[in-house]
């Protein structure tokens, strides 16, 4: 059975950076597209990046276009957003999922994920 565990929140002032990584196992990770989430409190879970098997592709929300990057390595079975100049609108708790994928597509849609981590806290503070 698959599970991803994700790492890295924790609590920084706006500007800052963070680095989340999402841990694979279980799974061919390579035949998997990766997605990062987040929720907001009192928000419902909203879209935040995405990547192909291969990592040759990604999308990003508008919102964090420019300031965070989504990348992987399938020998490590590791996804990671890094977060740069991070704001206090980014507070969230944020999740990676898996989809198996055909070659070149992501996906966008909670729903399309197969796969989902616990979760990990980010709090931007001002």
């Known amino acids: 059975q698959g599970q991803l565990v994700e790492t890295g929140g924790g609590l920084v002032q706006a500007g800052g950076s963070l680095r989340l990584s999402c841990a694979a196992s279980?799974?061919?990770?390579?035949?998997?597209?990766m997605g990062w989430f987040r929720q907001a409190p009192g928000k419902e879970r909203e879209f935040v990046a995405a990547?192909?098997?291969?990592?040759?592709?990604?999308y990003y929300v508008d919102s964090v276009k420019g300031r965070f990057t989504i990348s992987r390595d399938n020998a490590k079975n590791t996804v990671w957003l890094q977060m740069n100049d991070l704001k206090p609108e980014d507070t969230a708790v944020y999740y990676c999922a898996a989809k198996i994928a055909i070659s070149g597509t992501y996906y966008l849609e909670e729903f399309q994920y197969g796969y989902w981590g616990q979760g990990t806290q980010v709090t931007v503070s001002s």
């Open positions: 990547l192909t098997r291969s990592g040759g592709s990604t």
């Open positions: 279980g799974l061919t990770f390579s035949l998997y597209a």
